[in-house]
Each structure stands twice: as structure tokens, then as C-alpha cells.
């Protein structure tokens, strides 16, 4: 069965300055799919970026990006020029490729890691 | 358009009585999840909904709960004989389909279940 750990319950950065969020994961699949979901006092879950496991290329969405390393099993969230908006639990999540063959087709999430930004 | 939505909000219940949430997913979403956020723990997966094939239930976790979605749409997760460790924030999320892995799943505001 696939897991994911986040090493880190709480992280603090200062307004502007980078961050970044650890994430590594166990599987025996070689194709599935990496996500950063945020999740904000609202609740309300917003993904932040994802990654297929086939590219070598790290996804970058503005602000954020990851470093992907597939052979490691690790899949870090860099955040820069913080903003106090970026304050909330982040979430690394797991996905198998598709929903055939007995996948569930969930996402596996981490326990999630708290971001505090300090103005 | 709207997101996922779900209701009620918040729900006290006493233990031992039986509650439903509800969600409603994005219109033309195929694919609906249950998942539960306990305290200090991460989203644990409930059960699963892709089209008209039956759910996967696998992550239900004892029968006093199950879940339907009725026409494809809104769905209703039940819990029966409510318990105190059935406290959670439970989530409701849907996507395009549930066969592509890399679809977003999008999120509803959850509802946070308080047993006493």
C-alpha cells in the first residue's frame, strides 16, 4: 500500500523569504500522480500544484514549485517570496493512475503541515 | 460556476443518535468522494463514486456508516449509532471523472461533526 509522511507538523517562514515543505512517499507503481493541496481555517481544500510521476520536469505554478525526485521518493513544495495569504495547513497527496484494476482512485494524503508566515 | 457544496455546515449530535450529511458536487462531476479529517490526523478515504458503477467502499471504517448518490449527483453519507470518535471534519470532493488520475479533485467546505 502507498504512504506519505510530512516530516514537519509546523513550519514558520518570514513574510517574503522562501520555504520550503518536505514530503516523501512509498509505492511500487512507477506512473502515478503528486499533488499539494492547502488548506486554509475555511477548511476549504485548494490544490496548489501536481506533478506526473513521468515528467522530469518540476511543475511550477508562480509562486510555488516542487522538486520532484522520483528515484528518492521525495516531492518538496518551495514557496517563494511568502505572503501572509500562504498561511494554512499543506497537504501532500498520492494518486494511482487510474481507477481500473481495484485503484481506488483516492487521493493518500500526509498528516499535513502547518505554515505560519510572520509579517 | 458553484463548487462542491455541503450541508449542514456544522452538526452536534449526541452519541448514539444517527446524522446525514449531504453533498453536492459540481454539475457534470462523475467521480465523488468521502473523506474524513480527524484531529491530528491527515484526510482519511471513505468511499468512492464513478458514474453509475458501484462504490468502492473500502475505506469505510465499521457498517454503521455507508453513503448513496442518487442520479449520479448529490450524494449522503449516513452515520448510524453515532460514536465519539466519529468527531471529524468529514469532506466531500468530485471530479470530472474518477478514471483519470491527474483530474483535480475539488473540494467541498466539509462538515465538521461533533459527537458528544
Known amino acids: 500500500a502507498q504512504t506519505v509522511t510530512q516530516s514537519q507538523p509546523e513550519m514558520s517562514v518570514q513574510e517574503a523569504e522562501t520555504v520550503t515543505l518536505s514530503c516523501t512517499y512509498d509505492t511500487s507503481e512507477s506512473d502515478y500522480y503528486l499533488f499539494w493541496y492547502k488548506q486554509p481555517p475555511s477548511r476549504q481544500m485548494i490544490l496548489v500544484i501536481r506533478q506526473e510521476a513521468y515528467k522530469q520536469q518540476n511543475a511550477t505554478e508562480n509562486r510555488f514549485s516542487v522538486n520532484f525526485q522520483k528515484a528518492a521518493k521525495s516531492f518538496s513544495l518551495k514557496i517563494s517570496d511568502s505572503q501572509l495569504g500562504d498561511a494554512a495547513m499543506y497537504f501532500c497527496?498520492?494518486?494511482?493512475?487510474?481507477?481500473?484494476?481495484?485503484?481506488?482512485?483516492?487521493?493518500?494524503f500526509g498528516k499535513g503541515t502547518k505554515l505560519s508566515v510572520k509579517p | 460556476g458553484a463548487g462542491v457544496s455541503q450541508s449542514p455546515s456544522n452538526k452536534v449530535t449526541e452519541k448514539g443518535k444517527d446524522v446525514e450529511l449531504r453533498c453536492d458536487p459540481i454539475s457534470g462531476h462523475t467521480a465523488l468522494y468521502w473523506y474524513r479529517q480527524s484531529l491530528g490526523q491527515g484526510l482519511e478515504f471513505l468511499i468512492y463514486?464513478?458514474?453509475?458503477?458501484?462504490?468502492?467502499k473500502s475505506g469505510l471504517p465499521s457498517d454503521r456508516f455507508s453513503a448513496e448518490r442518487t442520479g449520479g449527483s448529490v450524494s449522503t453519507l449516513t452515520i448510524q449509532r453515532t460514536q465519539q470518535e466519529d468527531s471529524a471534519v468529514y469532506l466531500c470532493?468530485?471530479?470530472?471523472?474518477?478514471?483519470?488520475?491527474?483530474?483535480?479533485?475539488?473540494f467541498g467546505p466539509g462538515t465538521r461533526l461533533t459527537v458528544l
Open positions: 497527496a498520492y494518486r494511482s493512475p487510474t481507477a481500473y484494476g481495484g485503484s481506488q482512485g483516492n487521493l493518500i
Open positions: 463514486f464513478q458514474g453509475n458503477s458501484a462504490p468502492d
Open positions: 470532493a468530485s471530479s470530472l471523472s474518477g478514471r483519470a488520475g491527474y483530474n483535480e479533485q475539488f
